[in-house]
Each structure stands twice: as structure tokens, then as C-alpha cells.
């Protein structure tokens, strides 16, 4: 990896007394691996390893698996997440939503911090994952799925597009687009593409991402700020101006707490966390907590364009749909394009408040399809955390349910004709059907493993 020339110098100026060195050597080092463990589903492995020091549910591994051979990865069991990143946690612990509360990811591919926020609000939390760039909504969305919780909407939208929600939201979570300088050692492109000029663009475009945010987040409301770079212009500099605009900066840590957590401060007042990877095992990260003031004035938008329904209309759910979900009742059921879908019940209003406002692209949980008289469960109803567990089921051995993940076809099973969810080490995987003489695969394709598999 070929360090640029002016970081270089940026780092000596930055850390005296030789810390510099260190700083720049540890970018020759291997980057640690890290897992977040889902908190509602079967933790098959990971008891024992190191924890992530500000993340509990965090664990390093000793060294990179592949992952993609991992049935419980398939299954949401853990999400593969940066260390440094999960600081986030610490941050949301410092928040104290009220009921029914809105949040929003404003830039959100590949879901980490999304699926960070869905297990850590309660369920009457409304998370909102949106992502801009169109070609990224498929991992977001296979994300979400794998986390399985009912209380997400995915959105495809300019964070402009959200200013039309004045003031709606409850928490804001902006991970900014930048510079990458964090991340130099996992992603040799960014040292190459890392110029001044590139700095300044991230600046500007951080700075569109954050004007349209603020008009978004309620007074009182909290707004997270993040990025993977040591750049000041796109950390202090951003934050600096958001204490200009009615902000205040929220402390995350005591003083005595994870010492080798940078405290930056700018002109003698607090401006975030700093990770650095020569002194936390963790790429480069940038974190500050805000509160926007309950006395803050935007000019509230004149007009707003309403969208088409999402939903095409409310159905009642029959006997044969309820039993696929635990408390049903708690529920609405809409269709989309064929589809059944489940909302909460609590959350109806706000997920309509939504996908009436801006470019949605998924919302509460796909249940499945009424297909003549039979309902034939969707792919992310068995990964749910609200699938019903009483439900028919079959146990594959590690081998069979990587079969069954590349879409394989499976042995035999002497087994009455219908529905079954299949489970690896008590994680479900997907469905398949069972008729005379043997098991159809129903994985969708989109969900299957590509690479080859060395029996």
C-alpha cells in the first residue's frame, strides 16, 4: 500500500514525539476481525472469544473465516461489523427515546449501524434505513432481512428528499460519506484515491448531508455524526458547525473510560471520539453525539408532494397466515404486488408517514403469498424474529444446509407433504417443501451462495 505523501506529513505534524511513527506503522498491520452478535437469536460459537471492549455484543476472531460458508451468517446469527464502528452503541446509550419514536439512518448501505440501531431501540422504534445510491439497497435490504425485525422501512432518497419530513425525526444517524482515511489498510483504493481535491469534495457533499438532516431531526432530538477519517475538515470542522446552528455536544464517556479513545476537542470546547489504530484494535473512526436545541427555528417547507400508497390495501389475515407469526394480533396486514406483509400495529401511522413522504423500497416484514388457497411464507418470515418457532421444522447437518444454501437439491426425507423451515443448530435458514419422494428448495435465488464449495 502506498501511503500518500501529504497524510504523511499531516500525521508527523499531528502526533509529536514520534506517535506518528507508530501511527503510520500500524497501517502495515493485519485489521482485526470483528463480529456483532444478533441479541435475539442463537449464539452457535463465538462464547469464549474477545470481546469488543464498548460493544458487548461485539467479539474479535483470531482470523478471517469465510464467512460465506458460515450457515449462521446466513441466518443472522452475527453481522460482520468493524470494531471501532460499534462505539455507536455507547452513543445510543446515552439516548432516552419516548415511545413510537422515529429514527433514521440517512446512509446506510451496507446496514451494520441499522441493524445496530434495530437491536438496541425497543420494538415501538420506527428505524429508517436509507441509502442514495440505488445499487447498494440489495445488500441493505438482504441485511435487514437476515436481522429479521419487523420495525424497519428501507428508503431510496437524497437526504434532501427528507426535508420534507420537518422535524419528524427522533434520532439521526449520519455515517458520512469521506475520505476513507480510516480505512487505508482494509481498502488500498482509498489510499489511492486520496487527494486533497477528494478531501474537499467529501467536505462539501458532508455539508449538503448535514443541512438537509438538521431540518429533519425534532427539537430536542439527537443527531450522530460519524466517519472513518482522521480528516478535521470532515470532522471538526462539520461539527463545529453544527454547534453554530443550535447544537449542543453531548459527552459519550467519562474520563476515566476507554483511555485510548481520543477525546478531541477543537478551540478548548469537545468535538468527538477518535479512534487510531495504533492504539485501539479498530480502523480509523470519528464519532460525536448532538442534541439539536428545543429553541431551534427552520423555515418548515411550504408544500408537500404526496406519493403513491405503498400498500395497495389492508387485508385480514385468515387462520392459516395467523399461525405462521407469534401474536398476530399485533399486527397489520397489508399487500404489495402480491405480497403480505406485516406491520406493528403501534407503528402503522409512522410507517405510513413514511412511504407517503419520500422513495421506499421495503417496509415492515414480507410474510408471504396467498397463492390459491395455500399461503407460502416468504424467505424473510423464517429469519424473523417474529416467525412463530412452533412451526413444523427439519435439523440439517452443517453440510445439508450449505446444500440447501447454494440451492442444491437435498436427500430424501420421509416426510407428510407441506411447509418446513430449515434450521442449523436451531438458526432457521429458509423453507422448503416437502412432497412424495423429496424436498423442493425454496431459497431464493437472490440469497444463494455463488462460490464453490471443496466437499
Not at 434495530?118 to 440505488?134: C, G, K, M
Amino acid at each position: 500500500m502506498m501511503i500518500p505523501p501529504l497524510f504523511i506529513d499531516r500525521i508527523q505534524t499531528t502526533f509529536p514525539d514520534g506517535e506518528g511513527d507508530a501511527f503510520l506503522g500500524s497501517l502495515t498491520n493485519e485489521p482485526a476481525v470483528s463480529i456483532r452478535l444478533h441479541p435475539s437469536k442463537k449464539n452457535v460459537g463465538f462464547v469464549g472469544s474477545h470481546s469488543v471492549p464498548w460493544n458487548t455484543e461485539g467479539f474479535y476472531l483470531p482470523q478471517r473465516p469465510e464467512f460465506i460458508f458460515d450457515p449462521a451468517f446466513h441466518a443472522g446469527a452475527y453481522y460482520v461489523q468493524e470494531s471501532s464502528s460499534m462505539f455507536i452503541k455507547k452513543a445510543l446509550e446515552k439516548i432516552d427515546l419516548p415511545s413510537h419514536a422515529v429514527v433514521l439512518d440517512l446512509c446506510a448501505a451496507p446496514g451494520g449501524k441499522s441493524t445496530l440501531l434495530l437491536s438496541h431501540f425497543p420494538s415501538d422504534t420506527l428505524v429508517v434505513a436509507n441509502e442514495v445510491i440505488r445499487t447498494r439497497i440489495p445488500a441493505l435490504k438482504e441485511n435487514i432481512q437476515r436481522w429479521g425485525y419487523p420495525n424497519a422501512v428501507i428508503t431510496n432518497a437524497d437526504p434532501a428528499d427528507f426535508e420534507v419530513l420537518y422535524e419528524t425525526f427522533d434520532v439521526i444517524v449520519v455515517d458520512a460519506p469521506c475520505s476513507g482515511e480510516g480505512m487505508f489498510r482494509k481498502d488500498p483504493d482509498a489510499a489511492k484515491h486520496w487527494s486533497p481535491d477528494a478531501l474537499q469534495t467529501c467536505e462539501l457533499r458532508q455539508k449538503r448531508i448535514l443541512a438537509s438532516a438538521i431540518k429533519a431531526v425534532k427539537p430536542g432530538g439527537y443527531l450522530i455524526y460519524s466517519t472513518c477519517t482522521f480528516n478535521a475538515g470532515e470532522n471538526e470542522a462539520q461539527v463545529n458547525e453544527l454547534l453554530s446552528q443550535g447544537f449542543e455536544f453531548i459527552p459519550i464517556l467519562s474520563d476515566s473510560e476507554f483511555p485510548e479513545i481520543e477525546r478531541v476537542r477543537s478551540d478548548g470546547r469537545k468535538m468527538g471520539y477518535a479512534f487510531y489504530p495504533h492504539r485501539v484494535k479498530g480502523e480509523g473512526f470519528y464519532l460525536a453525539l448532538l442534541r439539536k436545541s428545543a429553541e431551534f427555528t427552520e423555515i418548515m417547507p411550504t408544500e408537500t408532494k404526496m406519493r403513491k400508497p405503498f400498500f395497495s390495501k389492508t387485508i385480514k389475515p385468515d387462520a392459516q397466515m395467523q399461525q405462521w407469526i407469534q401474536r398476530p394480533d399485533e399486527y397489520v396486514w397489508k399487500e404489495r404486488n402480491e405480497t403480505i406483509y406485516v406491520l406493528p400495529k403501534n407503528l402503522e401511522k409512522n410507517i405510513e408517514l413514511i412511504t407517503s413522504s419520500v422513495h421506499v423500497m421495503y417496509a415492515g416484514m414480507a410474510a408471504g403469498i396467498q397463492k390459491g388457497g395455500d399461503f407460502l411464507p416468504e424467505h424473510a418470515l423464517a429469519l424473523s424474529v417474529i416467525v412463530n418457532n412452533n412451526i413444523p421444522h427439519i435439523e440439517f447437518t452443517e453440510e445439508e444446509s450449505l446444500k440447501f444454501l447454494k440451492k442444491e437439491s437435498i436427500r430424501s426425507y420421509e416426510l407428510p407433504k407441506g411447509i418446513y423451515v430449515v434450521r442449523y443448530q436451531g438458526l432457521n435458514l429458509g423453507w422448503v417443501k416437502a412432497v412424495p419422494g423429496r424436498l423442493n428448495n425454496l431459497l431464493p435465488m437472490e440469497f444463494r451462495i455463488r462460490k464453490n464449495i471443496e466437499w
